[in-house]
């Protein structure tokens, strides 16, 4: 409940995420947060720096480079009366615990007939744009989105890294948080009492009547920026912030393309097989009729991502990019 | 087993390792020029090690690596030129910019990358290892991965898998005490790496990582065993790291303290005492050495700059294999 004491307050991304670690380790002592360096080192992204200090190592473990035995070892106590969260570097390393992931985490509660719940948060950083070539840039979160059993989060504001953490442990399902490395130096204010929020819809960003653009994580600040640019140009595009991955809240989408008519969707995953096509999917499923043009996808491309900054540039979804893709589905060619 | 070193060889030691060094420094500074970009894994104060192997080695052997490799290739014989463009991003680097400082490849002198996965190398180095193996090649394959690769559930089922199968695989362990941030006695419940190579039957030696002639005289006697066919083995190289992680670290996990008692240990300047010491060399030779490696860094940097950048065109290229002629080993 937003108190009317409430103020703003200067923050980044990162230490919005920080603070809600405190603040979920402060309120529950069954919560505490595993994974690789996120003690002593501060952590790799330097999110849980001073955590340890804080709350000792019981509470802040760092683990060895053993993410399928780290990831288990979470659904495990999950399982046993505690409320982990597991960070996990990036998505990339994330690939050594998918069995742990796709056929524990995912499972149990199901094969079990119901018998257990798996109160468990997995934290991973996504995304490229660094540079770090392509055994640390990928963007797998619609490959997580693909799995029934897990619910998947792409928090892309500050309010989002504030108060997903809370709701994702509140929640009896695992619960993957995917923390886009290009938004933890992202500046802004935020309310001094801002909490939990809902884990359930998508949320309108930018209001607008010719175009919904459709993003998620990373991408919200690029599709925003394209909307401006767009604005610029005569052109008033709806931004949709999809915020959860699983489950799909269709109905905002639904809702959005309905008056707007047209859809770009942006998605830093590979265009074949992504989630920007399941998306694509709904809305030819649930809003055909409603459609005046293609639905058109701003993806990465189909290339493992390269070191070299221009070709990185070329290989990912840009302002630009967006920007020609919208006016494409407005019939504006440039 | 090879005959006392003698003055010649101390002098390539020397030189190797002082490469890698000054290659290292020349990267940070690039790295602060804005020039190289990404992760960047410096190997200043474990150069004893990839001079000392790679030394051990012939044409025929392969080398698998990590992101922390500028030294391993160097010390191959990947040309430093070839590395610093690559890390410029140009299309004159090794790897024509898409891989970076993480990912070395050069398939001209049999070296596999450059693996930016911890442990991802060794499933890798097991297969080219049984791959000779099956078509009667005399090959070794080195597989160079850090402490922090212990704790994956792939080292264990490599050892297994090269030491049942038998294969001609010598796996490197450069211990240098911290995985990132995270200290060995913190992580493993078993410090003594060498007890797990041993309990899947594959001989073990701990070495000191820090005398070049040490590792050196190690990896001959293991490469020997290995080549003749006795299967895999396993040496843990004492070592240790000098700078930060990486790029971004800020280096809260050790003390000041130990970093400087093992700069004691200085790998190349103990050489240079040692060779000074015994005659060998003289401040007029060493500064020789000097201006000869720098000289070729010198140069290395001017043909990185002078490279140019792929065409952005080209970005698919080399998703897939198109020609008969890319299978080939
Ligand atoms: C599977 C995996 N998990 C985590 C990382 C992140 N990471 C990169 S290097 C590193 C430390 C590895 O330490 P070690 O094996 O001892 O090698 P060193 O860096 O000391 O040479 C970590 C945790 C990674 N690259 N791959
Ligand atoms: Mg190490």
Known sequence: ??????????????????????????????????????????????????????????????????????????????????????????????????DQIVNNAATLRHMSGGQFAIPLVIRMATGAGRQLAAQHSHSLEGWYAHVPGLKVLCPATLEDARG?????????????????????NVEGTLRSDAGAVPIDRAAVRR??????????????????????????QGIDAEVIDLRVLRPLDTATLVASVRKTH????????WRSGSFAAEISARLVEEAFYDLDAPIARVCSAEVPIPYARHMEIAALPQVETIVRAAREVVGTHA | MTAAPSLDDDL??????????RFEERAAELYGAGKIRGFLHLCVGEEAVAVGVMRALTEVDAVVSTYREHGHALARGVPPDRIMAEMFGKAEGCCRGRGGSMHLFDASHRFYGGNAIVAGGLPLATGLALADKMLGRRAVTVCLFGDGAVAEGEFHE?????????????????????????ALALTESQVDLCAKARSYDMPADRVDGMDVTAVERAAL????????????????LATYRFRAHSMFDAELYREK?????????????????????????????????????????DAAVAFAEAGTLEPVDDLTRDVYATEASDARQ
């Open chain 1, 1 to 98: 409940m937003p108190g009317s004491d409430a103020v703003m307050v200067r923050t980044t991304w990162r230490e919005a995420m920080r603070s809600a670690l405190r603040e979920a380790l402060q309120a529950d002592p069954r919560v505490f947060l595993m994974g690789e360096d996120v003690g002593r080192y501060g952590g790799c992204y330097a999110v849980s720096r001073g955590l340890l200090e804080e709350f000792g190592p019981e509470r802040i473990r760092d683990t060895p480079l053993s993410e399928s035995a780290f990831v288990g070892a979470g659904i495990g106590a999950a399982l046993n009366g505690m409320r982990p969260i597991v960070e996990v570097m990036t998505v990339n390393f994330s690939l050594l615990a998918l």
């Open chain 1, 164 to 184: 997903m953490l809370a709701s994702a442990l509140a929640d009896p399902n695992p619960v993957i948080l995917f923390e886009h490395v290009g938004l933890y």
């Open chain 1, 207 to 232: 209001a607008g009547t010719q175009l919904s653009l459709i993003a998620y994580g990373g991408m919200i600040p690029r599709a925003l920026e394209a909307a401006e640019k767009l604005a610029a």
């Open chain 1, 262 to 269: 047209r859809a770009v969707i942006v998605d830093e995953g």
């Open chain 2, 12 to 21: 390539a030691r020397l030189r190797g390792m002082l490469r890698i060094r």
């Open chain 2, 158 to 182: 490599c050892m297994n898998l090269a030491a049942l199968w038998r294969l001609p695989v010598l796996f490197l362990c450069e211990n240098n005490l911290y995985a990132m941030g995270t």
């Open chain 2, 221 to 236: 006697a293991a490469v020997a065993t290995v080549r003749a066919g006795d299967g895999p083995r396993f040496l843990e």
């Open chain 2, 257 to 297: 303290r130990e970093v400087e008692s093992w700069k004691l240990r200085d790998p190349i300047a103990s050489l240079s005492t040692l060779m000074k010491l015994g005659g060998a060399l003289d401040e007029a030779g060493l500064s020789a050495l000097e201006s000869e490696v720098a000289a070729e860094l």
